[in-house]
T-cell receptor, first 108, second 115 residues
Framework: GIQVEQSPPDLILQEGANSTLRCNFSDSVNNLQWFHQNPWGQLINLFYIPSGTKQNGRLSATTVATERYSLLYISSSQTTDSGVYFCAVLRYGQNFVFGPGTRLSVLP | NAGVTQTPKFQVLKTGQSMTLQCAQDMNHEYMSWYRQDPGMGLRLIHY???????DQGEVPNGYNVSRSTTEDFPLRLLSAAPSQTSVYFC??????????????FGPGTRLTVT
């Protein structure tokens, strides 16, 4: 089945810093999503981005489907950005496959 | 829209007890699924359904049963709880299993402890 890798596994930032999280996948996909799991365990949809670039406030994401990777950018990080960031991919007719996540800690 | 709802939020069971975790969605989604998340780990698929009356196994189905009698509801049954089933359970739904606009939405989770 399709393999999903995320890097880095852990990231510690000072408030205000910028960061880039990466998601690599081993085969072509139809869909890709980024999620944020906050410290209370809620899974929050960030982006639905099978290709192209999207922006939502301080967050943006880019997926280069032909090269099988996606990037999540967080600018001017805040303590509320802390948590685990997951990417999940979907091939047509199959189930979503989640990456292992990147754990982000933003220090005040 | 309420989105995806799950009940209960927390549950403690004794080994051998049975229970049903409830999941409902009001978005008329065909595809629904159950995941479990263990500490420090990602999400693993337990069971999924591509429509009413159709269910199938995911990556870790043992010890769990599902049914899908309506589009809206997708309950997960633990037949005889074991400590290894202590986990956080998430229900999710999306329009379909692939192709087209297919964003997946998650419920708030059920934290289950089996003693």
């Amino acid at each position: 089945g399709i393999q999903v890798e995320q890097s880095p596994p852990d990231l510690i930032l000072q408030e205000g810093a910028n960061s880039t999280l990466r998601c690599n996948f081993s085969d072509s996909v139809n869909n890709l999503q980024w999620f944020h799991q906050n410290p209370w365990g809620q899974l929050i949809n960030l982006f639905y981005i099978p290709s192209g670039t999207k922006q939502n406030g301080r967050l943006s994401a880019t997926t280069v489907a032909t090269e099988r990777y996606s990037l999540l950018y967080i600018s001017s990080s805040q303590t509320t950005d802390s948590g685990v960031y997951f990417c999940a991919v979907l091939r047509y007719g199959q189930n979503f496959v989640f990456g292992p996540g990147t754990r982000l800690s933003v220090l005040p | 829209n309420a989105g995806v709802t799950q009940t209960p939020k927390f549950q403690v069971l004794k080994t051998g007890q049975s229970m049903t975790l409830q999941c409902a969605q009001d978005m008329n989604h065909e595809y629904m699924s159950w995941y479990r998340q263990d500490p420090g780990m990602g999400l693993r698929l337990i069971h999924y359904s591509v429509g009413a009356g159709i269910t199938d196994q995911g990556e870790v189905p043992n010890g769990y049963n599902v049914s899908r009698s309506t589009t809206e509801d997708f309950p997960l049954r633990l037949l005889s709880a074991a400590p290894s089933q202590t986990s956080v359970y998430f229900c999710a739904s999306s329009y379909s299993r692939g192709g087209g606009q297919n964003e997946q939405y998650f419920g708030p989770g059920t934290r289950l402890t089996v003693t």
